[in-house]
Structure formats: structure tokens, C-alpha cells
């Protein structure tokens, strides 16, 4: 595997590091192929000591050796293809017309690969540390970056390491100046192996899935902090909407020529440079899907999640030195971030979420937020799929109605809100006990269609495309499959579709109800 | 299928009813044969209006036909059986010696039975209604009975459905005249079909998990009331033992021969009358297997639920006219419980412990006897099987110091709560929730070995023995199967039970970490 210069050198080969933040010729991503997260041995229980762990033959291991190289090694190997010419749409920037072979275009030609990957189990450790809330300490707000990276991790992780290392300093520092603690307590967590299919989080998820679905407020991450200098991107619960834009108005615009042209929070920057296609007068708040530390908060306990990063102008598909070796703290002082202004802005943004979600009498949750994004993806599986849903004589009515209802609840959860009598403890515990169970109502046990591994409704990622983010994932998935299956077999796949959608349905009441107060 | 004079009748054919309790020779107790809990076309999800209905012909419904018949009918066929003479164990006490068959006695004879049944769908109903509580209305003491009865229903569940009516008249009319309110909500519920298993109640605990397992205290069961008038038997979770204890020493005792030497209480009958074999000055508290409304609450959602019912002292097997046309008011009125002190008792006791559980500032649960439960659960599988788990090299050690860590949890919660301030709300609902929460820590959301729709992994009843209570079923159950198992189908069994060895010690390990208030 290699990354083409099409992809991440699009000014040419005189303008790439150190000229500009491009990809240099001889820089190699490194990644894992492996599928699934956390650790291969401990499927759905966590790898403690007492664990029962699976022979390595059956874990999700990949089987086949892969390695990536650079640029300047894969044309060594492209220019010398043979076989047809490929595709117009295939072509890259390498110096050569790309052919896709089969063999090399000399007979006697051979390509040796050393490949030194090996196959080790080791130990990986998380570093946790609370700041005890003083109100409810048994409520959480969790912050979380990984520890681990696979060179030199300028950006990712080390530019999120530096912004949880200051912020858990600052808070500390401010709790032994000032006595202050926060209503709720701050969960500061360090993973281990995340670049391994976030191991540490996934198995620390898992230990700790009872005690998190009971107690956990919200799940902060910031993987990278930084992976350009062009605009805030975040990836979300639709859940944490309002609390994302509002810290992002707060934060002063870490970009003086932005600040210049009048923009003077992160919020205008992103909502000038990346505008909702649906809603041009907001940012982009993309859904959350996988790829980092979050997927075991978000996907299996419902514990409504985010990520914020500063990212590139899209020029390229991803940061072009991120996973290599150029991947530098020079890359990150001289290039990205001079006087680390952008770091900062991150890193305020992290630490303003955590104070108002940890210090909010009433937990600042977006419900009309969340039914909007449900109608969306509901509207959307109507227009693209009805007229094959109906074919088979199965309704959407009770999908459609459940989000409804739930759009209902919120709306009169909201009002009630008004007129309740917030000097009450337990008044606000229970608000807030019901705001905590809507993203937990969408927790399926018994896991999605072919994904028994993810169990959130919504939000999990799609088993075709897990870094995008699919809402109904379990519903979309099983769609695009019956399209695609022969006739044969279809049947099958339309009963796993109207299984999985009365159960959707079935937890969209519950959410609903759930607001309502009423047990039945 | 009949109910044999030996096991129903044991007095002779003379002393059966109306002469005694005993059962006449024409009673035909009616039952179900299926096996499952719950509608059979809607597994693991609430049959509601948009659920997905399974084909009938993969429900688990019973394909052979079966007919209950009466010991007179029994004895038409079994005085006319051929073959060999039955083993002595099986001889009943029908005026003839058993054969076993096959065939009758004379080739020509014929056995004709016209068997009534037909499959029909239909709708039934749960009635619910609530008191709600003036402190803590999102948390429920739920009391339960079912509504449904095969014939007359005298005892079952007439007499059981009498006292929740005659509690919930009493509590709405205390509440009427007095405005009083419990700190918790009280939550009365009239289950439907319960005799075709549990189809009313383990739907309503599927359509509504998610609230009752965040919110619900105990669940407190009356089936029948009473089934004899011998002494108390209550099945209960190990965690409401004092609860159960302290509300029947409160209840006076309603047998006047009992009064006359001294036996002032329920309880102090109980303990007499039925001791604990192993705690010979203590009453036998059952642990709480299968058979009622309860297990939807207790086996998976881990809600601690009890069941209380005056009952006969063991000369007959079970209530010799239970479900049969004998089961009538008269046999009550007239028999069991002139004047329905008996009754009043059970109403009694029950309405106590919804008043103590609902208005107990600190819920009333008793960690250490949970403890001891474990402890002796584990000693039992230690003993019997220790020797056979050894041979193949697994360790029980995890197992049991998970128990013992339990165990000092529970102490430290204990000696703790002496010295917290119960004048903070917060700090009594912060409790209440770890209390709650040990419960809960027990469900595994994918369910015991062979029991995918159990999943208390202490609790829930043996596979091989439903109504008994084998603690640890997955782990018995398994232990028993290799016990019989071909050589060759031994080894996956072992891995099974090594896989849920693992589950039970992390639960048991998250019950202990949840008492410590720790998050990890």
C-alpha cells in the first residue's frame, strides 16, 4: 500500500515538505489492516487477568502480510507493471501511465518484499486520573487522548497529549490553588495501543460497562489536536450540538488573519470555511463514526460522544504526514503551528466542555438536536429505499412515528424544564438521570445485523464504511446488501431488515418515553 | 399426563375432598407444556403493535399433542397397560400393579383421545396503576400478581389477586385521606396470561428494560397468596433477606394454634416449621428460580424480586387441586382459610415491605447475606466438581477471590454508610444507586450458556431444572453436560465452561466495584 501524490502532494514534487505540509517522496504511512476493535483475544469481555481468551486462529487477525511503502518506492513498482492500462480514475501522479498488471512487463521481472511485521502479545496500560466531583461524584465527564503512536506522533497523538497534559494540569493546579472542584468529576484518561483498534479503550469500556452506562455523562476525545490550521472539525452526538457550538463561540480565533476579516471565534472560521450543506449559516457538525477512542463510549454504552480537531482545507484526503516519519514536532512548530496558538484554542475548547458539562446544574443536551438528525436519516432511507421497502410490503409507518414521538417528548421535555423547580437536588438529578438515558435508549444488546460487536442504533458506523458515518447503520447496511444479493438471497436479508426494524423502532419509544417520565 | 394418588392423594382414597385438601380422583390440573418465557412469536423484544412476529413454525410451541386427565381416567388406561412390570419407584397408588407398556393388555384394545386444544393468537392485557412517589418518583417498588386463571382459579391467583386489591385499595385510600405519599413510586401491576409462561409480564419487563433497569427497586411478587396454611415460603434474591426476615416477624401469626405455644409471628412459625437445613434458627429463605411473574424482572434485568405464600407442609408434592375445576372459593372459604386470617397475613406482609422498601431512606439490601450466598455457591461447585475442573487445568482461583473481594466490599459499603450524611439527598441517592447497581451487575447481556434469554449468571434457573434454584446454572449446567457427555464433545464443552467462568468472575469482580464507588 502506498499514498499517491494525486492524493497527498497536489502541487507537484517541488512543493512538498520541507516546502510546504505535502507528502515528501520517500514518506511511508504506517496503519493497521486488522478488523475490529480492541484486543483480538477478548471478544465482548474485557482482557483481564481472570479473561478467557480465544486461540489466536480465531481472532479477527489479518492473514494476509501487508506493508506500506512510499510514493517513490511504489513508482519503482507501478512504472514497471504490465497488463492493461488501468482506468482513467485509477491513473495517479507518479511519473508513468499506471497499468494493473497481472506480473511486471518483463517475463523474468520479480518484486522481493521484506516484510517485518511480527506477531507479539504484549501489555498495553491506560493512565487514569479523576478530579472528584463535589456535588455528584458518581458522575462522570471523561477526557480522553492515546498514549501510543506509531513514529514519532507529532500530530497524532502528541498534539492531543499536550492538550490533556496542560488541561489536567490547569485543573489540578486551580482545585489545590482555589479549593474549586467541579459538581461532577473529571475522568482524565490516557489509552494505550489505540492505534492498534483502540485496544486500551475498548477493553477499559468493557471492564467498566456497567458502572459508565450508569454513571457516565459525556465522552470528550481529542485524538489529534491538530492535523492543519484551517478550521475546528468536530465529530459528534447529536446529543452535545449546542454545547459544541456554544464552546466554540467562546474560543478567541487562534488565526490572525481570520480575527483580520472579522472572524473572531472559532465558531465564524468554521462556520465560514466549513458551512452544514443543510443549514448554510451553521458549521458542519459531523456525525460521529469510528477511528478513534470514542467508538466503545458512543457505539456499545451510549454514552454520547465527541471529537475536536483543527484540520486542513481538504486539499488533500488526510493530513499528508500523518502515520510517517516526517510526522515531526518540527512539522508541527515550524509548519502548523508557530507560537502553538492553534494547539491552545483546542485546548481551551476541550477544557470549556468539560467545565460546562461537568459544572451545568441541568446537563446542556440538545434533544430537538438529536430529533432532527433522526428525521433527517429517516427522510433519507424513505426517499433512497421506499419504493424497495414497500415492494416487499413493509411499513415505515411505526419507524417514522416512533421518531415522531420522540421529536414530541424533547419538545415537551423542554417546556417542562421551564417550570420545574431546579432548587430541588433530586429534581435535577432525575432531568438529569432522563437526559442521560436517551443516548443509552438506543443501545441495542443484542448488537447490529452482521455487526453483533456495535450495539448503538444510530450512530454506529456502517460495516461497509466505518469511518463515515451512516445514521441506522443496521438498516442502511442491510439495504445496500439486498440490492447487491442475488435473488436468492434476499429473502433472508429482508427478514433481517424487518427484525432490525421494529427493534429501532422499539428504542425510539423507549427514548421517547423515557423523556415523558412515565415508567409505561 | 395425571397426577398420581401417591403424590396427590396420600391418605387414601377415602380422605380426599371435600373430606380433606386432598385430590379427588375426577381433578385434571390444566398447564402449559411450552418451554420459554413470554410470547413465543417475539423473542428477546416487547410484542407490540410494531414488533416483528417470528413464523409460527419456528416459535418454540410443543408439536405433540398433550391432554391432562384425572387419576379415575388414568386408572381406565393404566389397570389395561401391557408389557413389563414397572420398577417399584415408579408404582403409584392406583388399585393395580404399572405396567410400562408398550401396548395394552390384549392386541384389539385402542386408546381414543379427543384432544381440545387449538392454537389461536390473541390479546391480553396487563393492568397497571401507580402511586407516585413524593421524593424519588423515578424510582418504582413494583408489586406484581397475575390476573389470568385456568378454571375458577381459587387459589391461583384469586387469592394472591384479593390481597393486591385489597393493598392497593388501602394505599389509595391512605393517600386520599391523608395525603400521604411514599418517597418512592409504588407501582401496582395485574399481569395477563401468566399461565401461558409469563407472557403478560415478560413482555411488559422487554417493552420497558431499559426504565425498569435504571429505576426500579424490587419487584415483589404474589402469585397466590396461599396455597396451604402451614407456614410461609417465601423465594427471594439473597438481597432482600432482612427484608423479608424483619417484615415477617412484624406480620402476627394468623394460625391460633401456633399463637397458643408461643409462635407469635409469620416468622417465628416460618423458622420452626421450615428451618434452614444449614442455618437450623433461621428460616428457609428459597433462592428465586422459575415459575411465576418475577423472572423478567430477576433473571434479566437483575431487579431483586421475591415471591411470599402461605403454603402446606410437604405431604403432597404440590396444592393436590391446584388448577384443577376443585380450585375453587369453597375449597378457601371452607378449607384453607376460614375467615381469611391467612390471607390477611399475606397482604399483610407484603403491603410491609412495599411501605419499608419505598420509604426506607437507605434501602433495606443485605450485601453480606448475597455474599454468603456466593460463598456457598462456590463451595458447592468447588466440592463437587473441583477435582473434574482441575483435570483440565482451569483455575477456579479468579472465581472465588472474586467472591471473597465481593464480600470485603460489601463490609467496607457497610461500615462506610455509618458514617456518611443521610441529611444530603445526593449523597442517599448516591448510595441507593450502588445498592441498586449489585443487582444489575450480575446480567450478562449475552446470556448464560444454552440460555440465551437468561441472563442473572447467579440467579437464573438451571436448564436442566427450572423450578429448582441451582445458583450459578451456566456454570452447573455446563459441568453437568460434561459430566454426561461423549468423550468427543467433552472439549467444546469445557470451552464454554472456561468463556462463562470468565463472565461470572468480571461480574462478580463489577459487583464488588461497584460498592466501592470507585469507577476503576
Redesign the interface.
Known amino acids: 500500500m502506498y499514498s499517491d501524490p494525486a492524493d497527498y502532494a497536489p502541487a507537484g514534487p517541488d512543493f512538498v515538505y520541507p516546502h510546504s505540509s505535502y507528502m515528501p517522496p520517500s514518506a511511508s504511512p504506517f496503519g493497521t489492516v486488522k478488523l475490529g476493535d480492541g484486543d483480538p483475544l477478548t471478544p465482548?469481555?474485557?482482557a483481564?487477568?481472570?479473561?478467557?481468551r480465544i486461540p489466536e486462529e480465531e481472532a479477527s487477525l489479518p492473514k494476509i502480510p501487508a506493508q506500506s511503502i512510499s510514493y517513490d518506492d511504489a513508482w519503482q513498482i507501478l512504472s514497471r507493471m504490465g497488463g492493461a492500462v488501468a482506468p482513467a480514475s485509477w491513473q495517479g501522479n507518479l511519473n508513468n501511465t499506471y497499468h494493473t498488471g497481472p506480473g511486471l512487463a518483463h517475463p523474468g521481472w520479480k518484486v522481493n518484499v521484506d516484510v517485518n511485521n511480527n506477531n507479539t502479545q504484549t501489555t498495553t496500560y491506560n493512565v487514569?486520573g479523576?478530579i472528584t466531583g463535589h456535588?455528584?461524584?458518581?458522575r462522570?465527564v471523561i477526557l480522553g487522548n492515546h498514549l501510543d503512536a506509531w513514529l514519532f506522533g507529532g500530530l497524532d497523538p502528541n498534539s492531543g497529549t499536550a492538550a490533556m497534559l496542560e488541561l489536567s494540569r490547569v485543573f489540578v493546579h486551580l482545585r489545590n490553588e482555589t479549593g474549586w472542584r467541579p459538581r461532577r468529576?473529571l475522568?482524565f484518561c490516557g489509552w494505550g495501543a489505540e492505534e492498534y483498534m483502540a485496544v486500551g479503550s475498548t477493553e477499559?469500556t468493557q471492564?467498566?460497562a456497567?458502572?459508565?452506562s450508569?454513571?457516565a455523562v459525556a465522552y470528550l476525545n481529542v485524538d489529534m489536536a491538530l492535523e492543519g490550521n484551517y478550521t475546528l472539525r468536530t465529530m459528534s452526538s447529536p446529543l452535545l450540538t449546542d454545547a459544541v457550538f456554544e464552546s466554540a463561540k467562546k474560543i478567541p480565533n487562534p488565526d490572525p488573519a481570520e480575527v483580520m476579516v472579522g472572524r473572531k471565534s472559532v465558531y465564524t472560521t468554521w462556520a465560514a470555511r466549513r458551512p452544514d450543506p443543510l443549514q448554510p449559516d451553521t458549521p458542519l457538525l459531523q456525525a460521529i463514526g469510528s477511528g478513534s477512542d470514542y467508538m466503545g463510549f458512543q457505539h456499545n454504552l451510549g454514552i454520547p460522544s465527541m471529537d475536536i480537531c483543527y484540520t486542513h482545507d481538504n486539499s488533500t484526503i488526510g493530513e499528508p504526514m500523518y502515520h510517517t516519519l516526517y510526522e515531526t514536532f518540527a512539522v508541527v512548530d515550524e509548519i502548523y503551528d508557530k507560537g502553538f496558538h492553534f494547539h491552545s484554542a483546542v485546548a481551551a475548547m476541550w477544557g470549556d466542555l468539560a467545565v460546562v458539562l461537568s459544572e451545568s446544574k441541568v446537563l446542556p443536551f440538545s434533544l430537538v438536536s438529536y430529533a432532527a438528525f433522526i428525521k433527517r436519516a429517516q427522510d433519507h432511507i424513505a426517499q433512497r429505499y421506499g419504493d424497495l421497502i414497500r415492494s416487499q410490503n413493509i411499513t415505515l409507518k411505526?419507524?417514522t412515528d416512533?421518531g415522531q414521538t420522540f421529536n414530541t417528548s424533547a419538545f415537551i421535555f423542554n417546556k417542562a424544564l421551564e417550570s420545574l423547580d431546579l432548587k430541588?437536588?433530586?429534581v435535577v438529578?432525575?432531568v438529569n438521570?432522563?437526559l442521560m438515558?436517551v443516548e443509552?435508549?438506543f443501545i441495542d444488546?443484542?448488537g447490529l445485523p452482521k455487526q453483533p460487536e456495535l450495539n448503538h442504533v444510530i450512530t454506529a458506523p456502517s460495516k461497509n464504511d466505518a469511518y463515515s458515518s451512516t445514521a441506522f447503520a443496521g438498516l442502511v447496511d442491510t439495504l445496500a446488501d439486498i440490492e447487491e444479493a442475488a435473488e436468492e438471497d434476499r429473502q433472508h436479508l429482508w427478514r433481517t431488515f424487518?427484525?432490525h426494524?421494529?427493534?429501532v423502532?422499539?428504542l425510539l419509544?423507549?427514548a421517547a418515553?423515557?423523556l415523558s417520565?412515565d415508567?409505561?
Open positions: 465482548f469481555y474485557p483481564i487477568e481472570s479473561a478467557f487514569v479523576v456535588e455528584e461524584p458518581d462522570y468529576s475522568v477499559w471492564q467498566f456497567k458502572q459508565l450508569d454513571r411505526y419507524f416512533a430541588s437536588p433530586l438529578r432525575r438521570d432522563q438515558m443509552r435508549s444488546p443484542r424487518a427484525e426494524l421494529a427493534a423502532t422499539h419509544e423507549t418515553k423515557v417520565g415508567l409505561w
